[in-house]
């Protein structure tokens, strides 16, 4: 047991598979201001792995980034574009609390983790009131299908 090949092969992915975008860093970081442009990047080893870029507008943030058009390796890189919208919730100590609206179609619902990108992924979102194991937190971009976009797990 354990040679070669052994272990998870093709399936659904993992959200260790995906990157994760997780509002309440980029708020944290002071990023959410309306108006405003930056890259967000994900390293291992001090090494830069990916990176995406984000606009800011009043009640959404417009993400931008490329992927490949297949599955795993190969292919060529598409441009990706879409506007993911943001709410903001009163917290217990008198502040705000930013979430992402589930891109999903029908879904909607606030998250605070994104995960996606990369490669394409099979899958749908959890659905509104779905638990993913993160106390309902986590969803992962994406309008649904094999659009290498993002969408909850």
């Known amino acids: 047991m354990g040679g070669f090949g052994s272990g998870r092969q093709g399936g659904k992915r993992c959200t260790n598979d995906m990157r994760a975008l997780d509002v309440r860093n980029i708020n ?51 441009p990706m574009r879409y506007a ?29 983790v994104l995960h996606g990108g990369g490669r394409s992924h099979p899958g749908n979102c959890t659905g509104p009131g779905a638990s993913s194991g993160g106390g309902g937190s986590r969803c992962a971009v994406g309008a649904g299908g094999d659009d290498d976009g993002w969408r909850a797990v």
């Open 28 to 78: 944290r970081a002071g990023r959410l201001t309306p108006g405003s442009w930056f890259n967000w990047q994900w390293t291992r080893n001090g090494e830069v792995t990916s990176s995406i870029q984000l606009r800011v507008e009043t009640d959404s943030v417009v993400l931008d980034y490329q992927n490949r058009s297949n599955h795993h390796n190969g292919g060529a890189w598409v």
């Open 84 to 112: 993911v919208a943001l709410d903001w919730t009163p917290s217990g100590f008198g502040g705000k609390r930013v979430w992402w609206r589930c891109p999903a179609v029908g879904c909607g619902r606030r998250v605070a």
